[in-house]
């Protein structure tokens, strides 16, 4: 059985849906085992698995230590679907809707903004998942005056619909719009994305701290990217 201590919901079922824990009779995954003074959600084998449902920095620390003699798989989740699921403070249920928000892939980059630097290291690998999921708000008066006081209480799993793997910097270079440009401006590429500037910024920062991207040029006041690869 799965340890949760006080994870959400969210992360406890993803350890559990990602976690192989029999195959012909023999234990193959082990679940929060200690490692050189960190808690590992799943080690199989040599390989260690994290699963990170919240902001990187919260990870960076823990990367830097173990990446330099194990190899880690960095596993995250993002909403392809999501419904906000209103409750009283008490958790009685009021309302359900989903939301008009729809996460793709490329949204992993406001997380590696934080961690470029780690991205490059030969141990790392990062799994993103597509989820659906149920976001669980309550009225308790204590969340952010942005849901005019409503917490967020948790978040649940109801289905993974895809996986995607990257071994290398060089694999989110796919994640880029195919109808991007070269070379482009953020302004190209949040176009491309939606109009979403301060993403398209933190995709240009990260891929350049990889040494993926390099500034060309500029059109008018705004810098270009080319790829290097």
């Given at each position: 059985?799965?340890?949760?201590y006080?994870?959400?919901?969210?992360?406890?079922?993803?350890?559990?849906?990602?976690?192989?824990?029999?195959w012909?009779?023999?234990?193959?995954?082990?679940?929060?085992?200690?490692?050189?003074?960190?808690?590992?959600?799943?080690?199989?084998?040599?390989?260690?698995?994290?699963?990170?449902?919240?902001?990187?920095?919260?990870?960076k620390?823990?990367?830097?230590?173990?990446?330099?003699?194990?190899?880690?798989?960095?596993?995250y989740?993002?909403?392809?679907?999501?419904?906000i699921?209103?409750?009283?403070?008490?958790g009685?249920?009021?309302?359900?809707?989903?939301?008009?928000?729809?996460?793709?892939l490329?949204?992993v980059?406001?997380?590696?903004?934080?961690i470029?630097h780690?991205?490059?290291?030969?141990?790392?690998?990062?799994?993103?998942?597509?989820?659906?999921q149920?976001?669980?708000?309550?009225?308790?008066?204590?969340?952010?005056?942005?849901?005019?006081?409503?917490s967020?209480?948790?978040?649940?799993?109801?289905?993974?619909?895809?996986?995607a793997?990257?071994?290398?910097?060089?694999?989110?270079?796919t994640l880029?719009?195919?109808?991007?440009?070269?070379?482009?401006?953020?302004?190209?590429?949040?176009?491309?994305?939606?109009?979403?500037?301060?993403?398209?910024?933190?995709?240009?920062?990260?891929?350049?701290?990889?040494?993926?991207?390099?500034?060309?040029?500029?059109?008018?006041?705004?810098?270009?990217?080319?790829?290097?690869?």
């Amino acid at each position: 059985m799965i340890n949760t201590y006080s994870e959400s919901s969210l992360h406890a079922a993803l350890k559990e849906w990602y976690g192989r824990t029999e195959w012909n009779g023999r234990t193959l995954d082990q679940f929060e085992q200690p490692v050189d003074g960190s808690i590992i959600d799943i080690v199989r084998g040599d390989l260690l698995i994290e699963i990170q449902t919240g902001n990187f920095s919260a990870i960076k620390a823990k990367l830097t230590k173990l990446l330099p003699s194990h190899p880690v798989q960095l596993v995250y989740p993002i909403a392809q679907e999501k419904w906000i699921v209103r409750e009283t403070a008490v958790g009685r249920p009021i309302s359900r809707r989903k939301s008009p928000k729809q996460g793709q892939l490329h949204d992993v980059f406001a997380e590696l903004v934080r961690i470029p630097h780690l991205l490059p290291h030969p141990n790392l690998t990062l799994e993103l998942l597509l989820t659906q999921q149920e976001e669980i708000w309550r009225d308790d008066g204590k969340g952010s005056w942005r849901r005019k006081g409503w917490s967020i209480y948790d978040r649940r799993l109801l289905q993974v619909l895809h996986s995607a793997t990257f071994a290398a910097p060089a694999d989110l270079l796919t994640l880029l719009p195919a109808n991007l440009p070269n070379p482009f401006t953020n302004r190209e590429l949040a176009a491309a994305m939606n109009g979403r500037m301060r993403l398209a910024q933190q995709i240009t920062y990260t891929l350049r701290r990889c040494e993926l991207l390099t500034i060309s040029g500029k059109q008018g006041k705004a810098y270009c990217f080319e790829r290097l690869q």
